[in-house]
């Protein structure tokens, strides 16, 4: 079975400072990984994913996650946030075969403060 | 394309009233699924489809009913409500994973349920 760690609930931050939202996960078999965002009152929106290839994806709004196959993580990054980037962050992960399923962390609480 | 739409936005319901989520994509996606939140959880997968009269259960199945009659239409009932089931209700879609790009599963925006 897979499972999705997010450590932290709440991330408060300045605004324009840097952010790392962290992501850890746990699986016996070779999967795709995703964050997403959710803004208030609304559905989730896709930021950005991991197939294969290059460790380091870009997303939409300036965001950037790192694929550390070694140490189970994909932590979410943005060298300098803006007020409009807070929302609730969600890391998912599914297999390579087999279900189609999303497996879903907690959620990260991003708060930017002007 | 209007991507992924619910029906209703908001609804309270009594214990023990049913009621059915509507579901639907204009995307012609194969795959569709229904997720609840609960506060300070992540999704959960109650139910998905693979195609038009299959459907399988996820992890919190109990309570809940589908149906896949259509490409486009995945409705979730529930027949007895109960305040456990009171929650923020979710739909997806997401083509088959054949070859890179398909994995994406798009979300609607969300069907928030009181049950009192």
């Known amino acids: 079975a897979q499972s999705v760690t997010q450590l932290d609930s709440q991330v408060p931050v300045f605004e324009e400072a840097p952010v790392e939202l962290r992501c850890n996960y746990s699986?016996?078999?070779?999967?795709?990984l995703f964050w997403y965002v959710q803004y208030p009152n609304q559905g989730l929106q896709l930021l950005l994913k991991y197939l294969s290839g290059s460790t380091l994806v870009k997303g939409i709004n300036g965001f950037e996650a790192e694929f550390n196959k070694s140490q189970t993580s994909f932590h979410l990054r943005k060298p300098s946030v803006h007020i409009s980037d807070t929302a609730e962050y969600f890391c998912a992960v599914r297999t390579q075969t087999g279900a189609n399923n999303l497996f879903f962390g907690t959620g990260t609480r991003l708060t930017v403060i002007p | 394309n209007a991507g992924v739409t619910q029906t209703p936005k908001f609804r309270i319901l009594k214990i023990g009233q049913s009621m059915t989520l509507q579901c639907a994509q204009d995307m012609n996606h194969n795959y569709m699924y229904w997720y609840r939140q609960d506060p300070g959880m992540g999704l959960k997968l109650i139910y998905y489809?693979?195609?038009?009269?299959?459907?399988d259960k996820g992890e919190v199945p109990n309570g809940y009913n589908v149906s896949r009659s259509t490409t486009e239409d995945f409705p979730l009932r529930l027949e007895l409500a109960a305040p456990s089931q009171t929650s923020v209700y979710f739909c997806a879609s997401s083509r088959p994973r054949t070859g890179t790009g398909q994995e994406t599963q798009y979300f609607g925006p969300g069907t928030r349920l009181l049950v009192l």
């Open positions: 699986s016996s078999v070779s999967v795709y």
């Open positions: 489809s693979v195609g038009a009269g299959i459907t």
